[in-house]
């Protein structure tokens, strides 16, 4: 497992009760293994839990337990045997107002569970035509990072999402994305002392993946709009496990 990509299925607020469920039957015949993880609606979570496949919850909350209505804790999320939790989606730090220090929290706590964490990061069109891309870059992994007792490096994987490429069909070339991973990984690298497993995500979808795949040093893709769809987050799937 270790070195063998991963592709993650952050299904944001999509499907209702019914379609979840065609969408659950329909994943169940495929026999998914370890490398696909589904994050849908934190409701439906229960659904995910105990397959061949893994699951994760798309954002925790930066409390521990408590009187914090509406909220999810990862305490919560490690009871249910839910196996990843996203922390810092580009979703959440523009609508919610999730500043980089919500986002260190969120680490933090979820450091003291079992659940591993995937941590997003990417720069928005603005920063990247200031050319700003590393400094956002480098300031977000510091700040979420810096001086934490990590004492099992796989617990973390990194996400690269560049922001105007969420949801807009837009892709930095494959240059461009393997220079930015590399730049993550030596900051990264800086930071804790070893690498981490870094994704790529921003309108990955079955008909730009094997190119997408090409990349040598990506560990896989944080899939948005196409993994609402079983068909073609199947394509994906086959294209990175089966490579
Ligand atoms: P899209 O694949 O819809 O661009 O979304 C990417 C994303 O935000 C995954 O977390």
Known sequence: ?????????????????????????EIDKKNYN?????????????????????????N???????????????????????????????ERRAYYHETDEVVRRKVELALQEKVKIIL??????????????????????????????IANNKKIIVAYEPVWAIGTGKVPTNSEIEDTIAFI???????????????YGG??????????NEIPNVDGYLVGGASNSVEKFNKIIEVVVNQ
């Open 185 to 199: 990984k030596d900051i990264v690298s800086a930071i804790c002392g070893f690498n981490l497993k870094v994704l």
């Open 120 to 149: 997003c990061v990417g720069e928005t069109l603005e920063e990247r035509e200031a050319l700003k891309t590393y400094k956002v870059l480098k300031k977000q992994l510091t700040t979420a990072l810096k001086g934490l007792d």
């Open 60 to 90: 925790i909350a930066a409390t521990d337990l408590g009187a914090y209505t509406g909220e999810i804790s990862i305490k919560q999320v490690a009871s249910m045997k839910i196996d990843y939790a996203i922390i810092g989606h580009s």
């Open 1 to 25: 497992m270790e070195n063998k990509k991963l592709v993650v299925g952050n299904m944001k607020m999509n499907l209702t009760a019914s379609e979840i469920n065609k969408y659950v039957k």
């Open 34 to 58: 370890e490398q696909v993880v589904f994050c849908p609606s934190s409701l439906y979570l229960p659904y995910f839990v105990g397959k061949s496949y893994k699951c994760g919850i798309q």
């Open 203 to 212: 309108s990955v979808n079955d008909a730009n993946i094997a190119k997408l």
